[in-house]
T-cell receptor
């Protein structure tokens, strides 16, 4: 799976949009971009994933650049409960034993009142 | 949404004893479950992949005789830390992949193991 690069930490004001960048310049054509987050002392939580089109769900939006070498996770209205470590993961599609997630260091997002 | 229940959430044991951690998918079936370990302020490290009805696949450097994994049903996988030592103290997290979907991995809430 391709390597990803994320800033180690970011701050965001409560109520504002949080934009978390991820660089994956070596991504292959069949690799998806996944985002998970981990709130302190809990298991990770799935947020969103995409291949090349922008995606939106009830939690967030995912913007993938046209060359697919980077992406941005957007939390439109950050709340204090969004404070967590956010992981950007690139992986090949497929289930079963092939669904291995390799976690990097992620970005610690701190939402401030 | 799908729920993965992990039990216990916290356990303290004496060195040399064995500890069993259970991971259950409550409202879906999972042929594949994964076990991760996380040290303080570090990222999650995949320990092993558990497939229902077959032997687990361990990542390089993980001792299969020390970390016994059993996946006897489509909703339950267990991790047993045998002859635990203080260096085994860590946060253990399980995850389950629904049979019906390959898109999302659902995680348990983790087990904090402290070996005295």
């Amino acid at each position: 799976d391709a390597k990803t690069t994320q800033p180690p930490s970011m701050d965001c004001a409560e109520g504002r949009a949080a934009n978390l960048p991820c660089n994956h310049s070596t991504i292959s054509g069949n690799e998806y971009v996944y985002w998970y987050r981990q709130i302190h002392s809990q298991g990770p939580q799935y947020i969103i994933h995409g291949l090349k089109n922008n995606e939106t769900n009830e939690m967030a939006s995912l913007i993938i650049t046209e060359d697919r070498k980077s992406s941005t996770l957007i939390l439109p209205h950050a709340t204090l409960r969004d404070t967590a470590v956010y992981y950007c993961i690139v992986r090949v599609a497929g289930g079963g034993s092939n669904y291995k997630l390799t976690f990097g260091k992620g970005t610690l997002l701190t939402v401030n009142p | 949404g799908a729920v993965v229940s992990q039990h216990p959430s916290r356990v303290i044991c004496k060195s040399g004893t064995s500890v069993k951690i259970e991971c259950r998918s409550l409202d879906f079936q999972a042929t594949t479950m994964f076990w991760y370990r996380q040290f303080p302020k570090k990222s999650l490290m995949l320990m092993a992949t558990s497939n229902e009805g077959s032997k687990a696949t361990y990542e390089q450097g993980v001792e299969k005789d020390k970390f016994l994994i059993n996946h006897a049903s489509l909703t339950l996988s267990t991790l047993t830390v045998t002859s635990a030592h203080p260096e085994d103290s860590s946060f253990y997290i399980c995850s389950a992949l629904p049979v019906a979907s390959n898109e999302k991995l659902f995680f348990g809430s983790g087990t904090q193991l402290s070996v005295l």
